[in-house]
């Protein structure tokens, strides 16, 4: 996986390694109707996924653009830069209008699975219908606590499954920036070991 991307996946598993959550845990089989209720809360949830997919993206693709910017400034001739960029942000959007909505597509797969077992353990089915009709109560502040262990746990089966193809992706785009910039780009970096489990 690519550094930037390491780093993002990294202080991600930080952030929420130290969050605490209430008690109440199911263990039963959910019912048919809590079922529902689940899914609804995904099908509500969708355009947090889209957030959580642009985030994956945009980050080092952000941090990238911003190298990429210096680097014309000091190591372009003034006559080429602003071919350069033009070259730059072109292979910029294309990588972004083909990267988000796959990312898109795999967390609107995901989060079924790795949502929905979080929603029955930490929330009854009184619970889900409140937190749909968004009642301003205390079970909407409990959602908001939960939101960042669903988002974590998305996020790191995001990256497992889609971040080898958006690996390959982005170092192509890293290797046509270099070589509008005129730079030789650096040797790929060996893929990572598995980032650790959040601590519970």
């Known amino acids: 996986m690519n550094k930037s991307l390491k780093i993002l996946a990294a202080a991600t598993l930080i952030a929420c390694a130290g969050t605490s959550f209430a008690q109440g845990a199911s263990t039963s089989t959910p019912s048919a109707a809590k079922k529902e209720l ?8 969708q355009p947090g996924v889209e957030n959580i997919a642009r985030m994956l993206i945009q980050q080092p693709v952000g941090q990238m653009m911003q190298g990429a910017g210096q680097a014309l400034q000091t190591q372009v001739p003034a006559e080429k830069r602003e071919a ?3 070259a730059i942000e072109a292979d910029v959007r294309k990588f972004v209008d083909e990267a988000v909505p796959l990312m898109k597509d795999k967390g609107a797969k995901l989060s079924a699975a790795t949502w929905g077992p979080i929603l029955d ?11 749909i009709a968004w009642l301003d109560n205390p079970v909407s502040k409990k959602y908001q606590q939960v939101s960042p262990e669903m988002q974590n746990a998305l996020g790191q089966k995001l990256m497992a499954e889609a971040g080898p ?9 890293q290797q046509a920036t270099a070589k509008n910039l005129g730079i030789t780009p650096k040797p790929a970096a060996s893929a990572p070991a598995a980032a650790p489990a959040p601590k519970k």
């Open 165 to 173: 193809t958006l690996d390959a992706k982005f170092k192509t785009l």
């Open 84 to 86: 350069a960029a033009k």
């Open 38 to 45: 689940i899914a609804k809360m995904i099908q509500l949830q």
């Open 121 to 131: 353990e930490k929330f009854s089915e009184e619970e889900l219908k409140q937190i």
